[in-house]
């Protein structure tokens, strides 16, 4: 029974990603984008929104190794801003130790993100994600709904989505999954679960949503 979870925000957050995106666009491209422009992309995964920017500024789409070149950078400004002696990210222990029971428990549960990959192994560790967890980042020509549909490619169902933010509901509606929301950013009839949720809290609604005793 696959299970994929949306990093940020579901299991934790990292305040200003959005400016560490920039600045890592900056060091590439020699100027950082205004935070306005990053905000008028339509995509909701970090290939969309730098495509979409790279389409704005040089007038072609963004090309797979210039992908791989700003995950490389984008990940050592998390690097150098989030460790020990540094800033930490908040987590949602609970969900996160939620991860791991249902890992026990038999379900197949894939972190699925849109960050790029090297950021999403960084954020992944540094939230202590159970290492059985596999982790599906943002990657060339893929939205969320894709993202989704190649974690769940030729798994049995039942299936289901656990997000935080509006595209993650829209993502699981489109890829017809069951939606589970974490925290209250996701207005809508499918079940929501505090973010400050224990793991038996997590277990307990995942079963009740697959209808599992």
């Known amino acids: 029974m696959p ?3 949306d990093l ?3 299991l934790g957050s990292f305040g200003g990603g959005y400016l560490l995106l920039r600045q890592a666009l900056g060091e590439l491209w020699g100027q950082e984008p205004h935070a306005e422009e990053l905000l008028a992309c339509p995509g909701s995964t970090d290939w969309e929104i730098v495509d ?3 389409r704005q500024r040089f007038g072609t789409p963004l090309g797979v190794s210039d992908y791989e070149a700003y995950d490389r950078a984008c990940l050592a400004r998390f690097v150098a801003t989030f460790h020990p002696e540094g800033r930490s990210p908040i987590v949602h222990q609970g969900i996160v130790t939620g991860l791991a029971h ?3 428990a038999g379900h197949r549960v894939w972190l699925v ?3 790029p990959p090297k950021v999403l192994d960084f954020k992944a560790r540094m939230l202590g994600v159970d ?3 596999p982790r599906l980042g943002s990657l060339p ?3 969320r709904v894709g993202l989704l549909r190649k974690a769940l490619d030729g798994c049995v169902g039942p299936h289901l989505y ?3 933010r509006p595209h993650d509901r829209d993502a699981a509606a489109q890829a017809g999954v069951p939606f589970l929301a974490v925290g209250e950013a996701v207005p809508g009839e499918h079940p929501t679960l505090n973010a400050e949720a224990e793991a038996e809290q997590l277990v307990g609604a995942v079963q009740r949503i697959l209808h599992e005793p």
Do not use: K, Y
């Open 8 to 10: 940020d925000g579901t």
């Open 3 to 5: 299970l994929c979870f």
């Open 141 to 143: 020509h893929l939205d």
């Open 113 to 115: 993100s849109g960050n």
């Open 102 to 104: 249902l890992v026990d």
């Open 131 to 133: 290492a059985r967890v």
């Open 162 to 164: 656990v997000g935080d």
């Open 52 to 54: 979409e920017l790279h």
